[in-house]
């Protein structure tokens, strides 16, 4: 089975950016839709952005315009620019359907 290994996060200011990584133990070629998920504190998780092999994308309504994913053979990026203080959370990727989540990666927000 495949294994996903989040990395990237870290502290920014408002209106500063990131690019988020997952990467994969394996080719993901094969994998139709690739998601990242955002998990806040005291919050359920949610999805926030897909792409499928073909490269269509669809985003949650409160990151349109500022995030964008993107992916090659073996890893998916996330990149997020004009951050809040409300993006702040554990992002994690995962395949859909998901299998087993991993650690995730910590994006703070705040100045």
């Known amino acids: 089975q495949v294994q996903l290994v989040e990395s990237g996060g870290g502290l920014v200011q408002p209106g500063g950016s990131l690019r988020l990584s997952c990467a994969a133990s394996?080719?993901?070629?094969?994998?139709?839709?690739m998601n990242w998920y955002r998990q806040a504190p005291g919050k359920e998780r949610e999805l926030v952005a897909s792409?499928?092999?073909?490269?269509v994308t669809d985003y949650t309504d409160s990151v349109k315009g500022r995030f964008t994913i993107s992916r090659d053979w073996k890893t998916v990026y996330l990149q997020m620019n004009s951050l809040k203080s409300e993006d702040t959370a554990m992002y994690y990727c995962n395949i859909d359907p998901p299998i087993p989540w991993g650690q995730g990666t910590l994006v703070t927000v705040s100045s």
């Open positions: 394996r080719s993901i070629s094969h994998v139709t839709v």
């Open positions: 792409i499928t092999t073909y490269g």
